[in-house]
């Protein structure tokens, strides 16, 4: 399966700024997917991002808060943006596995946690 | 929309199995999942079990999956303190996957 590189590992912010989140990967991968984990709760999707095309977003999570940049097949940039205390959570990436040319289920990278303060 | 419904904490004695139940209610799942979360970690894949099987075994690894009541069930043999993590449920029938609550299991001696 992939091997996913996501950093920071975690951070600290102060409200109204920006921090952008990479990850990389050790293949190459059509999709990459960007999941965000609230304290004390499960995974939820933010958006797929495709090299060559813009992110789609899910309900909830528009491009403006959460700017994708997706410049090639292995690497991706998340950015939170004005981030206020409700922005504490998790984000973590995820990719397809392929194992011997099929599906093998979806890799995450180790997250980034962060904190607004 | 689709939900996926998980019980909140499983504790166990070192040694004994573990059964960590999870129900879904999108009928056209087609990969359902199983990961496993240590505290200050991603996500760990464990296993996956495509929607037109009914059980895959995978070491001490068990799933059991009933397709016609939306029940999925991970068993894990002889479990271990290093077992002691969150198990978080979750089904695909496109690229997005649909995440239970996940279950905390707790390992005591």
């Known amino acids: 399966s992939a091997v996913i590189s996501q950093k920071p590992s975690r951070d600290i912010c102060q409200r109204g700024t920006s921090l952008t989140i990479q990850c990389q990967v050790d293949?190459?991968?059509?999709?990459m997917f960007w999941y965000r984990q609230q304290p004390g709760q499960s995974l939820t999707l933010i958006a797929t991002a495709n090299q060559g095309s813009e992110a789609t977003y899910e309900s909830g999570f528009v491009i403006d808060k959460f700017p994708i940049s997706r410049p090639n097949l292995t690497f991706s940039t998340l950015t939170v943006s004005n981030m206020s205390p409700e922005d504490s959570s998790i984000y973590l990436c995820?990719?397809?596995?392929?194992?011997?040319?099929?599906?093998?289920?979806?890799?995450f990278g180790s997250g980034t946690r962060l904190t607004v303060v | 929309g689709e939900d996926v419904e998980q019980s909140l904490f499983l504790s166990v004695r070192e040694g004994d199995s573990s059964v960590i139940n999870c129900t879904y209610t999108d009928s056209s799942s087609t990969y359902l999942y199983w990961y496993k979360q240590e505290p200050g970690a991603g996500l760990q894949l464990l296993t996956y079990?495509?929607?037109?099987?009914d059980m895959k075994q995978d070491q001490r690894l068990t799933v059991l999956l009933n397709k016609k009541d939306k029940h999925l069930s991970l068993r894990i043999a002889d479990t271990q303190t290093g077992d002691s993590a969150i198990y978080f449920c979750a089904e695909s029938n496109t690229d997005k996957l649909i995440f239970g609550t996940g279950t905390r299991l707790q390992v005591f001696p």
């Open positions: 079990i495509f929607s037109n099987m």
């Open positions: 995820s990719v397809e596995g392929i194992g011997q040319g099929s599906f093998d289920g979806y890799t």
């Open positions: 293949s190459q991968v059509t999709m």
